[in-house]
């Protein structure tokens, strides 16, 4: 395939890193096998097998590439065990949101059940450990096991703070730097880590990958209102129906009169929705101007991530990560 007709920087990426992709894959399929439970490689298949982009571990292998890792595998190993956590917390995330959908395909507790799909998740966060030991970092286990653990303490905020009108911005953003932020800082960091770069760059990485990733998020809550349901996969106002408290409703709420306190209040920590609640709620997210504002929020993150590859060496795999920062946003242009 000819890189320079590939537009996204996410494909670029993936066809510059095409035999380590394919080293990932393998050692997934391979990892992802049990001899005694059957169930266990089909319901990961069914999820692994979806598509999806596999940023997460292509981010690792990019990190180490681009910080000069040339020998051994230990970069295969970690985007591998970047990708189980990510599935891991998949799996578990579709039994706590109660969701029959995901890629556009029926979620495996949907199609086996809640309890196949917790156990299997506990599976390949155990899987994950395992490929993170046989690194024989510390350092790298240290981050991996700070990000998966952040990752569950933000889900628990956010079943918390979920339709509590007192969720503000903080909290949505301690949010976001658990349930996606976190996964994407640890996939950049520890490809720093096994090539030996220096604290700085180090943290240069992890800023990188945190600010991508509250970018990308934001940028996901903001389509749910104004996004091309083709191309996002969701129906416009779903967040608003499941009654969650996303960066433009917070927004919106903060600068609400007492009567639209008492809509959100209604629709939201109530659940009591009608018709024509959807449209009421964009008007006055309209009114305030916090779809424009949530934008800007995004752009503001995905600046702050190229800013952060800038202190890193000159590579045209950085130049690719600088693009991907854009992209992350250009969808809501």
Known sequence: MDTGTIAKPHERLAELLTDDMAAVNTLIRTRMTSEHAPRIPEVTAHLVEAGGKRLRPMLTLAAARMCGYESGQNHVRLAATVEFIHTATLLHDDVVDESGQRRGRPTANLLWDNKSSVLVGDYLFSRSFQLMVETGSLRVLDILANASATIAEGEVLQMTAAQDLATDESVYLQVVRGKTAALFSAATQVGGVIAGVPEPQEKALFDYGDCLGIAFQIADDLLDYQG???????????????????LPVIKAIAQATPEERGFWQRTIEKGRQEDGDLTEALRLMDKYGTLEATRTDALGWATKAKAALSTLPDHHIRDLLTELADYVVSRLN
Request: proline residues 0%; charged residues 40%.
């Open 228 to 246: 091309d349901s083709q191309a996002t996969g969701k129906n416009v106002g779903d967040d608003f129906r499941e009654r969650k408290l996303t």
